[in-house]
């Protein structure tokens, strides 16, 4: 991977990731359609640390508040019913599902699953249910009405954004969203569940740089950088869109984006 290669990757990785359209598609797509190797799960997963470092740092009083309460509250039964103590738990028990499936289908994810066709069918067909999220959920719910339930259900939610072309935040979103979540609460946890997910999966795939000819260290830093600093930008400004604005230009760009890459496959500029 060249240098160019990995300013461009940072920048459509810190773009992509907390938008819900799917950062690994846009990487695999953009990609093979400019010449260059697919960048390999490890790529992915490590400049994802950079992102979700953005999170930690925009949202830095809010996990020191909920780590803390968290870990009083094992010794203090008086925190247990606090919000803050309950998310610590929620989040916890909504990392399992992907974990679990992660390693269960690592070898899957990192090979089958990384199929144009799929991308592109889990990109409409996953646009078309963030869609319908947002169109019939009743968008009231706060994040101080979170249990373990809906814990449960969020962190399945997520899991499906193994599969590339799902989107992490996207899924998660959506599942917050049928269940009578706001937009900004259903924004703001998708974020906050992913930091112990993401974390883990990027520092576990660093042991795997050195043996994958695919990624080298010097690049792959630099690209986590910039998707740190993009990603950052990107958090921000998806918090006040959601604020007042629907995910309807997200649902019109992901079947836009799946559609013309069924027709790139077809006519032959992609391979699957």
């Given at each position: 991977m060249s240098w160019f290669e990995a300013v461009f990757l940072g920048v459509v990785q810190g773009l992509t990731e907390f938008l819900p359209i799917s950062s690994s598609a846009h990487i695999l797509v953009l990609s093979q359609l400019l010449g260059w190797q697919d960048p390999g799960a490890a790529f992915t997963a490590v400049t994802?640390?950079?992102?979700?470092?953005?999170?930690i740092v925009f949202f830095w009083r809010d996990i020191v508040r909920i780590v803390r309460t968290w870990a009083r509250s094992l010794v203090n039964r008086d925190l247990r019913s606090n919000i803050?103590?309950?998310?610590?738990?929620?989040?916890?028990?909504?990392t399992l599902p992907i974990a679990i499936?992660?390693?269960a289908f690592s070898s899957?994810?990192?090979?089958?699953?990384?199929?144009?066709?799929?991308?592109?069918f889990t990109l409409i067909f996953f646009g078309l249910i963030l869609g319908c999220a947002d169109r019939i959920g009743s968008k009231i719910r706060t994040l101080s009405a979170l249990n373990g339930r809906d814990g449960v259900l969020l962190g399945f939610g997520q899991a499906l954004a193994l599969i590339p072309g799902v989107s992490r935040s996207g899924a998660t979103i959506s599942v917050g969203l049928f269940l009578g979540y706001t937009r900004e609460a259903a924004a703001r946890y998708a974020f906050l569940l992913a930091v112990p997910a993401v974390l883990a999966s990027g520092l576990y795939e660093t042991t795997k740089i050195g043996s994958d000819s695919s990624v080298t260290w010097g690049p792959t830093i630099l690209a986590t950088v910039i998707a740190f600093f993009v990603g950052l930008a990107v958090i921000a400004w998806l918090l006040r869109w959601v604020s007042t604005r629907s995910y309807t230009p997200f649902v019109i760009y992901r079947i836009a984006a799946g559609a013309l890459i069924i027709v790139l496959l077809t006519t032959g500029k992609l391979t699957a």
């Open positions: 994802q640390i950079g992102t979700e470092l953005a999170v803050d103590a309950r998310m610590g738990w929620y989040i916890i028990i909504g499936l992660g390693l899957q994810i990192e090979t089958a699953a990384r199929n144009l066709w799929l991308v592109a």
